[in-house]
Structure formats: structure tokens, C-alpha cells
């Protein structure tokens, strides 16, 4: 039998994988894109690296953020019954 801390800090990493990872990937893409984007034009500006990314952030946070802090707020309720339980032991 496992430590329930562990599995609890297991989970959480898996959590932030989860929550984190959706929205990395979408600047990441975009991020790609522009520098390809750059590279071939030789334009070297910076706000052309930033903004992008910060548009697709900003749209993958409007676009997930209901499912994201559901899967949050599951985690918690989770978290929460298995700190009774073990208070309960």
C-alpha cells in the first residue's frame, strides 16, 4: 500500500501536466510558426515573437478554462475526501 502523500503529490503533478500542458502547446505552436515565419522573412522584431503567443494563450485560456478548473475543482474535491478519510482512520 501506497503513502497517500505520495499518491496525493502524484496526482497533483499529473494535475499540472493536465492543466498546464494544453496551453504550453498552443505557444509552442504558435511559437513555431512565427519564428518559421521569421526565419524565412528575416524579420527580426520582437513584438511579432511575442504577441501571437500571448493571443493564443489568452485563447486557449478563454477556450479551456471551463474544463480546466473543472478538472481543478474534481482534484480538490478528491483531495479534500481523502484527507477526511485518513482523518478518519
Same mark, same amino acid.
Given at each position: 500500500?501506497?503513502? #497517500?502523500?505520495?499518491?496525493?503529490?502524484?496526482? !497533483?503533478?499529473?494535475?499540472?501536466?493536465?492543466?498546464?500542458?494544453? #496551453?504550453?502547446? $498552443?505557444?509552442? $505552436?504558435?511559437?513555431?510558426?512565427? +519564428? /518559421? %515565419?521569421?526565419?524565412?522573412?528575416?524579420?527580426?522584431?520582437?513584438?511579432? !515573437?511575442?504577441? #501571437?503567443? %500571448?493571443? +493564443?494563450?489568452?485563447? =486557449? /485560456? %478563454? /477556450? /479551456?478554462? #471551463?474544463?480546466? =478548473?473543472?478538472?481543478? @475543482?474534481?482534484? =480538490?474535491? @478528491?483531495?479534500?475526501? =481523502?484527507?477526511? !478519510?485518513?482523518? %478518519?482512520?
Amino acid at each position: 500500500m501506497s503513502d #497517500p502523500i505520495v499518491l496525493a503529490a502524484r496526482d !497533483a503533478l499529473w494535475m499540472a501536466v493536465q492543466i498546464g500542458g494544453p #496551453p504550453l502547446l $498552443a505557444m509552442l $505552436a504558435v511559437g513555431l510558426g512565427v +519564428a /518559421l %515565419l521569421q526565419a524565412l522573412t528575416q524579420i527580426n522584431e520582437a513584438t511579432l !515573437a511575442f504577441l #501571437p503567443k %500571448l493571443a +493564443a494563450l489568452g485563447t =486557449a /485560456l %478563454l /477556450l /479551456l478554462g #471551463p474544463a480546466m =478548473a473543472g478538472s481543478l @475543482r474534481g482534484f =480538490a474535491g @478528491r483531495l479534500f475526501d =481523502a484527507v477526511i !478519510a485518513a482523518g %478518519l482512520r
